[in-house]
Structure formats: C-alpha cells, structure tokens
C-alpha cells in the first residue's frame, strides 16, 4: 500500500517509523517531512494545507491512503476535500471532517459539544470584541487564577492563565481588541480554573467503535519546574503513573464513550484520533480541550508503546471494522525529551548543524524542526530534537534519554532537566 504521510514534526517523524514496520506499507510519502523522515521514506515539497498539490501527487503515485498529522488540515477540511471529489474519495483520510475537526478549531464548539453530552468540564463563557467589557465582569465572578482561551487554532499558544484580575482584563483586552492571536482570538473563551494534575488520553476511532491508546503526560512550559512561556511541548511520559484503573475506568465511562456517542448523535463523521486532554481533580477526571489529531510530543512516547501494526488499525478505521482489530501495548515506560533552539518559544535561530546523532544507543532520536543540508542535518525549527527510551518505570526511561542526549549537540540548544520531576 503506498500512502501519503502529511506534516513536519516529531510526531510525523514517529508515525513513519512506526507505519515502515508494518508489511502492509510497501511506499511512505511524507509531505512536507523532515530530515528524519527523508532518511527513512519519501519526502515531498507540498503544504499540509496545498490540497490542489495532494489531489495531483496522490493520483499521480497512486497514493491508497493518506494519514493527517497536524491540525491545520483537518481544520480546513482536507477529509471533506477528498469525501466529495469525484477522483479522491475512495482513498481513505484518517482524520475527522471538517465539522468533527471544529473540536479542536473552536473551543467555544468544544464547550458547547461537553455540555450538550453531560461530559465533565469546567465551567465557562465566550466573548468577542463587542462584549469584552461584558467579559471583564465575568472575570470578577470567578476566583483567580484566570484562564483565557483564543477560541481558534494558535499553534498550542493560545491559553493564558493569570493570577492577577487587573492583567486578565489587559490580556483580554489585548486578545480581542489587538488581536493578540490574529484571527484565533476575535472570540475568547473564559473558563472557571482547575487545580489538579493534568494528562492526556489519546483515542482512535473509526465513528463507532474505538480504541483507548496509552495514557500521556506532557510538559508545556519552555522553564523548569513549569515556568514561564507555553511552548509545543518540552517532554512527555507514558504511561502516567497516577492514572490507576480506578481513574481510567472513570475516563473511560464518562468522557470516552460519551464523546464518541455523541459524534455518532450529532452525525459527526469522524475516522482518527481524539486527543483529550484531562485534568485530574481528587480523582475525577474532567476535559480541559479537545484536540483531534495526536499530540506532539506525546505522539513519541504513545506510538512506540504500540505493539500492534498501524497500518492495520488505520485499514480497520477506514473500513469501520476498528472493533474487529486487537490493541497491544509495550507495558514499559517510555519518555521523551526534546531539544529546543535557544530562544525558542520566542525568537530563535535556524540552520544550525547538528551532531552525533549517529552515536545515540538504546534511544530513539525523532527528528522536528530539521532539515538535510548537503551532508548536514541542520535544526529548522523552534523544537529540534525528541529523544526516546524506554525503561521499566519512567525514572529508567528518562535517565537514559538524558544520557543520549550528552552525546547530541547543536549551538544554543536546549532542554529541560526536570522532566518527570512532578511524579515523583
């Protein structure tokens, strides 16, 4: 089977490497890709988002399915793109349609879809330009700290959560006044805040029946000890140590099932992933977002804990037959870190070379913001590097990925030292 591979990043980097073990992938085009993905498949200079560029490559190589890894396709639509052209729609699209994608592209969307299934998740209300002041008094009924959320797509970036009443008006302000975000925040949810510890549970459906995936934590925050900027996301674990059966068994019955039930109610056609992200307060789960592709860099922990074929599970999820395939899962831990350009999330400095990955043991380096540059592979982007191990616990897992990552070197590089350090 030949298929088309969509996105740049680490998690497309690990889907690859997890899709090239499976006999029934014979030929892997990844477009855009990366330097870690042109050394194993077929990269190809097209944008995610260039659907006229997908439509001729994919009948010009005979493409049988095409797998989306970011979010920004599934939000304008690529599934509904290939479902209603004549050429295009018997080839497969994992990923939900456009109004499915509206979960992850609209958190006011999201909210609403909670509520209207009884899903547990806290409470909130939406605003634009025209009530911002009307927004500004919601802030003085809640409690501190704030959260504000960019209602659109802002790369991971867009919620702030702020201690201070005056500076969460400022902010508010600045987000539908001054367009903070752009277009992502001309409406901005408000929303009552959690204090608990936050994981993520990743979902893979094929509308009717589903598959829970191993459990993920991520680490946002560019500083150690959770300080300072959101960034895409700077380490992650698998599984999370805190989520006991009791807990999975409460996301399962609660959040899951009803939000797969309620895709089917809506008549929301959805064949991917579901990317929820939880918090856990005294031991009850409740949904802080939605996304609907999975994560980065949770992607790089979650994918090698799979044991079963990917390419099968995606046949079974184009076919509606998911119920029908087995999940196994690697009941080692396994971590992840990334390596960052310095001043990432901010402004940073691309093109510089990297080395040793040749020396890396016993992990595996998953290539993001990279590129080939003759000889070179030369960082490309704000996130660089992930680099994965395994272990029987995560503390095994993470020691070995710092010790790999003693042997990589780019200039200005940086990670993370506290990976992990929360659970422990």
Known sequence: ???????????????????????????????????????????????PTDFDSIKTFVLQEKVEMVVV???????????DFFANDTDLK?????????????????????KEFLVKHQIPTAAYDSFTKETVEKGCRFLETLQPPYVLKADGLAAGKGVLIIQDLAEAKD????????????????????EEFLDGIELSCFVLT??????????????????????????????????????????????????????IEGLQ????????????GLINVKGEP????????MGDPETEVVIPRLKSDLVE?????ANEKLDEVSLEIDSRSATTIVLVSGGYPEHFEKGKVISGIENVTDSIVFHAGTKADNEFVVSNGGRVLAVTSYGNDFQEAIKKSYQNIEKLHFDTMYFRKDIGFDLL
């Open 1 to 47: 089977m030949t298929i088309l591979l969509l996105g740049s990043g680490g998690r497309e980097h690990a889907f690859a490497w997890k899709m090239l073990q499976s006999s029934l992938c014979t030929k892997l085009f990844v477009a855009p890709g990366n330097a870690g993905t042109e050394s194993i498949a077929t990269n190809v200079n097209i944008s």
């Open 265 to 276: 109610k809506d008549g929301i056609v959805y064949k991917g992933f579901v990317f929820i």
């Open 313 to 317: 599970l995606f046949v079974a999820v």
């Open 69 to 79: 890894g970011p979010e920004d396709p599934l939000v304008k639509g690529i599934f």
């Open 171 to 190: 902010e508010l302000r600045n987000m539908l006044v001054n367009e903070k975000f752009g277009e992502a925040s001309l409406k901005v949810v408000i």
């Open 286 to 293: 409740i949904v802080i977002e939605y996304n609907v592709r």
């Open 206 to 259: 094929d509308g009717k029946s589903y598959k829970i995936l191993p459990t993920a934590k991520d680490y946002k925050r560019i500083g150690e000890g959770d300080t300072g900027l959101n960034t895409g996301g700077m380490g992650a674990i698998s599984p999370v140590p805190f989520a006991d059966d009791i807990l999975l068994e409460k996301i399962e019955t609660r959040i899951v099932k009803p939000t």
């Open 90 to 110: 018997n080839i497969p699209v994992i990923g939900p349609s456009k109004k499915g994608a509206q979960l992850e592209g609209s958190k006011e969307f999201a």
